[in-house]
């Protein structure tokens, strides 16, 4: 008789939980489903990455790598799983996503277009990166050298508040003509 581990008790609903969550928040990081999920106590780091995981290997779930960062976005085979399984879910969770889906996916989306990062470099700055993407397309992108780590942790908290003005500015004042 072979040795099978255990099964995860809660296994099939952290799928079906992870499948809602993608399918109403729309593509996300990692770290954008792992906040989503620690912000409602709905799973742990280790348990998303175990079901993502898993779901990408069972075709349900597919991973995309966009600089630097990896994305998660429902397939046709888990929008189809989804539809027949999701009333398994209890109802409170079905509606506590539900309910808090339409702010998270302006939060998700916003956060995707106007994407910043930071880190420190040999000489001991830290260098800024700021960018608008478009449809996955990188249509700004600003590289600042900064004195401090507290500076850029400051620029990148705001970037996306004033990402859309600063990208409109630039616009605005590179195109005037001279007269």
């Not at 928040?25 to 106590?41: A, I, K, V, Y």
């Not at 539809?83 to 398994?88: G, K, M, P, Q, T």
């Not at 880190?119 to 001991?124: A, E, L």
Request: aromatic fraction near 8%; charged fraction near 30%.
């Amino acid at each position: 008789m072979a040795f099978e581990p255990p099964k995860r008790p809660a296994e099939s609903k952290q799928r079906l939980l992870l499948l809602l969550i993608l399918d109403k928040l729309g593509r996300c990081s990692d770290m954008q489903l792992l906040q989503f999920l620690f912000d409602q106590d709905l799973m742990n780091y280790f348990d998303m990455m175990f079901t993502l995981n898993d779901l990408c290997d069972q075709g349900l779930t597919q991973r995309l790598e966009r600089i630097g960062q990896t994305f998660y976005q429902l397939t046709e085979a888990g929008k189809e799983t989804l539809n027949l399984f999701e009333n398994r879910l209890p109802a409170s969770q079905r509606e506590l996503i539900k309910e808090l889906s339409p702010q998270w996916r302006t939060r998700v989306q916003r956060e995707q277009d106007f994407q910043s990062d930071y880190h420190q470099t040999k000489r001991g700055e830290y260098e800024l990166h700021l960018r608008v993407m478009e449809q996955d397309m990188e249509m700004v992108h600003i590289s600042l050298s900064l004195p401090s780590e507290e500076i850029a942790r400051t620029m990148k908290e705001n970037w996306p508040e004033h990402a859309e003005s600063i990208y409109a500015g630039l616009f605005n004042r590179l195109g005037e003509k001279k007269a």
